[in-house]
């Protein structure tokens, strides 16, 4: 039988994410995490990383079945403990220089039959173990990058009328397509790619919109954007002048919103993956920023408690243009993986800002990032609201209106 | 096909490395490294460990390939690197309270056809960024322990004639066999075992005896013990009191020879596995506890070089008592891993020796150490001397000859 996963497209796949993904400099160290299902991959950018010149590549693998078994059998103090050692660890290699690699795919709904609560201690005492580390990849104190696998649980996810070798072999030419390595010169595509996204940021950017006005079935939204805003895409440059891609694929051209500047409505235009539950037909109604109504078909409840996490999560911390002719959208797939399904359409996210979504975001404290209509929240979740349906327009600083896209195009 | 690897036996393996290994004390997290390989036995020691109460168990899985990689691709700088950022981490971990297992048994012929050059010095870069983590473990400062698991590569190499199955197969009997798994009430087993060891220990340390006298075929060998020296076996206390098992499978009975004190002449008796070469009948000449004299008739070009690293490695760091009866000098194999070739046969260590094995040794400084006769080096490497040929004397203070072992057998 075929290998579901194309050997070739997989090596394009590696050399990308050394290539483009880090743009790895010769001498420096990489610390790569990954569920242990995807050491194919480990292996194919371990290579191609010492062949860029690294100096050490250490792995560090996860695996699904040892995460259940705590689940399983562990007593209830282990779900207040996180590997804090093993962070700092890493916080520590990223002073020294060393670059960050993550590959996404384990099963999505791993934890989805497992008690909420339990999720939720482990998840919290995670992410406060991890603070230090994601300090220094936020802030681009070093060059990272997420590249995906297709992994076999995550692929009877998205299809599960195939066997699963169809499906894993589907979910790999759908991320070999959106990663842009479905066909010789990758490296160069990916050149083309950022040149494209650079544009489009520069001359939203030259625009220096107020807000962006989004009109279509069941959505007439009105979203102010922050002071002083500025729009991201593509590759960005770590704080030492390394310039990294640090979402492979990446199709979005993103923004900070003004959480206090957002009003009418606005209807979802795909399901949103949340934790384990799919939250669909999502509609949602804003006065002065503020979310202060809120339906969907289905997962009503846990919308509802998302909603309620803190003041923050009301509010809006980005949004994002997505063209509709991008490879992700056409593929008409559903990732049930924000890295994904974010590049799928035009987006917005409810929560935490991106204070590098500034300008001069890099030096920024909070409060100058709150002063500027920047949100914050523990959360930070995407939320598609673009399609071939919806125009929007931006309203520069004097009331003029100009057209962005035109059902899903740009102009 | 049948699996060649007993699911029962290794489920008992995982429960004696956490109950006798270990023992895991409620609410400990535990650091696991291994290589990705044995994932089953990984997966089973973490459901025993969230059973007994583990806190948090982190895996840190190492892939033969991943490493290859480095040594096929990587610039010459990299073999200077060490992963220091982990090793630190681990040793921030023990200090929590972290408790540490690893599992044995990646191939052990993996590095044998590459640059011995990078090999050695990839060896002192790891075992530099090392050296806090090892500190931890030599002072026993938590409990720790190694096991082993019967990987494919390794079980080719102990048995080159037999397909791979029946190779894994062979191999993994002779794990559980030697680790006192092969049957119901392993712990109890361990309990009975440990409580024998510890007998034999306390009769040497009654003793104290002022040299051991080897002969047999070959043999005439006085071996000069350490002022105040230390019989250590089977379980060790840690500095917190908690008793666990460093080694599964062990044997070995042994204590710090005196450095300056050993003469007379020695054959080994069996081949000596030292970083994929094979050395063979190994005869050497001690004259004031240094060797002056050594040949070999396969390798004897290696056996120098090891005998050149330093001044200590021609002294002896360690001698162990093994009956000739043990489970795994009754199996016969040479495992070419020193985890079950030095629970064989009674034997010698070049090298460095262990402060563990002087009375108060937990508090002594180096120089303490040295005065009493301890050696000191970079390497530490054992090397089996006996068989069911070979007569062991204690000599003691005063002069008196008491009969230790007759042909491999405890008297
Ligand atoms: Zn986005
Ligand atoms: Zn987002
Ligand atoms: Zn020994
Ligand atoms: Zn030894």
Redesign the interface.
């Known amino acids: 039988m075929q290998d579901p996963i194309d050997p070739v497209k997989l090596d394009r796949l590696a050399q990308v994410a050394v290539k483009v993904g880090l743009n790895l400099q010769?001498?420096q160290?990489l610390v790569m995490t990954a569920p242990?299902s995807a050491?194919p991959l480990?292996?194919r950018i371990?290579?191609h990383a010492?062949?860029a010149?690294?100096?050490?590549?250490?792995?560090?693998?996860?695996?699904d079945?040892?995460t259940l078994?705590?689940y399983?059998?562990?007593?209830d103090?282990?779900f207040d403990?996180?590997?804090g050692?093993?962070y700092?660890?890493?916080a520590?290699?990223y002073d020294?220089g060393?670059a960050r690699l993550a590959i996404a795919g384990g099963d999505p709904m791993l934890l989805s039959g497992e008690d909420p609560d339990k999720v939720g201690r482990a998840n919290r005492a995670m992410s406060m173990a991890y603070s230090g580390a994601r300090d220094r990849i936020t802030r681009f104190a070093t060059n990272w990058t997420i590249v995906a696998w297709p992994d076999a649980a995550w692929a009877r996810l998205v299809s599960p009328d195939l066997s699963e070798h169809d499906a894993q072999r589907k979910l790999a030419e759908a991320i070999f397509a959106a990663s842009r390595v479905d066909d010789d010169d990758a490296v160069a595509r990916w050149e083309a790619h950022n040149e494209e996204l650079g544009r489009r940021a520069a001359w939203l950017d030259g625009q220096n919109f107020a807000s962006l006005h989004f009109t279509g079935p069941g959505t007439d939204l009105s979203v102010g954007l922050a002071d002083g805003h500025k729009w991201v895409a593509g590759a960005t440059e770590t704080l030492s002048g390394i310039l990294c891609n640090p979402n492979i694929p990446t199709e979005e051209v993103f923004t900070t919103p003004h959480k206090l500047r957002v009003s009418g409505h606005v209807s979802a235009t795909k399901p949103l993956s949340h934790q384990g539950t799919l939250i669909e037909e999502i509609r949602v109604r804003f006065e002065d920023g503020r979310i202060v109504e809120a339906h969907a078909s289905k997962g009503e409840g846990v919308l509802q408690k998302v909603l309620d996490t803190d003041e923050g999560a009301r509010r809006l911390g980005e949004v994002a243009l997505v063209p509709h002719a991008s490879p992700i959208s056409q593929s008409g797939m559903l990732f049930y993986n924000t890295l994904f399904d974010e590049n799928a359409a035009s987006h917005i996210a409810l929560g935490q800002c991106y204070s590098t979504c500034f300008q001069g975001g890099e030096t920024m404290d909070n409060d100058e990032v709150a002063r500027r209509g920047g949100n914050s929240s523990a959360i930070h979740i995407d939320w598609m609201i673009g399609s071939d349906r919806i125009d929007i327009d931006g309203l520069s600083q004097s009331g003029e209106r100009v057209p962005v896209m035109r059902k899903g195009a740009w102009v």
């Open positions: 010769p001498g160290d242990v050491l480990v292996r371990a290579e010492y062949k010149g690294a100096g050490l590549v250490t792995p560090i693998l996860s695996d079945a040892v078994a705590r399983r059998h562990a007593r103090e282990s403990a996180a590997a050692w093993l700092d660890g890493m520590a290699a020294k060393a």
